[in-house]
């Protein structure tokens, strides 16, 4: 028997997430065919076969999680020639992997001490009996051991939403967040202009004039950036996404780039390294509604700009009533690395910058 193991998936990723198997149980497999989907940081990946012989067990399931070095397939196979196709580890002499306590093998597992009105009823609710602590007699579990189960019960989260989980956890941990807010007058836009070509435009100018909200933050050093790759919040069914636009401080037209990573975020085939390394973060939730807002700031990172929902408003000018068009701004940030004045400043930049919009956007 030989044991394939999740092999390194690249850009210091520790896990993936079980998305589809490709073959099942007595399966004969050749080198470099597919074996199993896995996400990883938001990106669905392909792993192939490393060997041409018959699966004999698949030792994860559709949606565990499995840390890279986790058995993934055993093989009824040597090595033999097929070697050279390898891509993770196998180990044809490993033994068997130990369950862990959550999940207990056929092989070891403690028969469940139920009674088969207490089964019906655990089977109608999909409840696992082996995940719940009975309280009757010798451990045996009751209807109401189970009932308890289904009041505990909720959806567990799965790839993307289980990765922004992860990263909001983290930020909320470590990040002393604070926000500054402010309206632009985009009254001089042409009908055609593009929100966010403009918006990028303008944290570029503010990066450029406040450089510390262009940074990295790890608690004990800052790493101010020359360069501006800024990462913009996509809202999808299945979570958050932030694809990354690189250098946006070198002019070009970036709608190719953008319409490319919107495209491969909504079919799922954009890459990890495409989502990765953000400098900062636009948030254009006005799209969908919301005037202001306290934004997460996702480390290293130290800032986020947010655009909320362009709304109107009549001033007086020269004795007259005029409407003006109001874009909200919402700049939130660690106040570890970045100060009340470099935020603000940041801010004026920004909304500078729309008020005197860019032929681009």
């Not at 033999?80 to 490993?94: F, L, S």
């Amino acid at each position: 028997m030989s044991i394939f193991y999740l092999p390194d998936l690249g850009e210091g990723l520790k896990e993936a997430e079980v998305v589809a198997w490709h073959v099942a149980a007595g399966d004969h497999v050749i080198a470099d065919q597919p074996l199993v989907s896995v996400e990883t940081d938001k990106a669905v990946i392909e792993v192939p076969s490393p060997l041409s012989g018959t699966v004999s067990r698949l030792m994860a399931k559709t949606g565990d999680v499995v840390p890279v070095g986790g058995a993934l397939v055993m093989f009824n196979s040597e090595l033999a020639t097929d070697k050279g196709a390898i891509v993770g580890e196998i180990d044809a002499a490993a033994p068997k992997p130990k369950p862990t306590p959550k999940e207990p093998s056929a092989d070891t597992a403690t028969p469940v001490k139920a009674s088969p009105a207490v089964r019906k009823l655990a089977a109608e609710h999909k409840v696992d009996l082996a995940m719940v602590t009975g309280t009757g007699p010798g451990g045996a579990i009751q209807s109401a051991d189970v009932l308890t189960a289904i009041d505990g019960l909720g959806e567990a989260l799965h790839g993307p939403r289980r990765v922004m989980a992860r990263k909001m956890e983290r930020s909320g941990t470590s990040v002393v967040p604070a926000t500054v807010m402010d309206h632009a007058d985009i009254s001089a836009w042409a009908k055609e202009a593009n929100a966010t070509q403009q918006l990028i435009c303008a944290i570029t100018a503010a990066c450029a004039a406040e450089p510390a909200l262009n940074a990295w933050f790890d608690g004990k050093r800052r790493q101010l950036h020359a360069h501006v790759d800024l990462a913009i919040a996509m809202d999808t069914p299945d979570g958050l996404f932030a694809p990354v636009l690189r250098s946006v401080e070198t002019p070009r037209d970036l709608a190719p780039e953008l319409a490319a990573l919107k495209a491969s975020v909504h079919d799922r085939t954009i890459a990890p390294n495409a989502m990765t390394d953000a400098t900062i973060t636009l948030s254009n939730f006005g799209m969908i509604g919301g005037e202001h807002a306290v934004l997460v700031v996702v480390p290293p990172q130290v800032a986020i700009l947010g655009a909320g929902r362009i709304g109107t408003r009549i001033i007086m000018k020269d004795g007259r009533p005029q409407e003006q068009q109001l874009l909200p701004l919402s700049l939130s940030f660690d106040h570890r690395a970045v100060t009340g004045g470099e935020a603000a400043r940041f801010l004026a930049t920004v909304r500078a910058r729309l008020e005197t919009p860019s032929e681009k956007g």
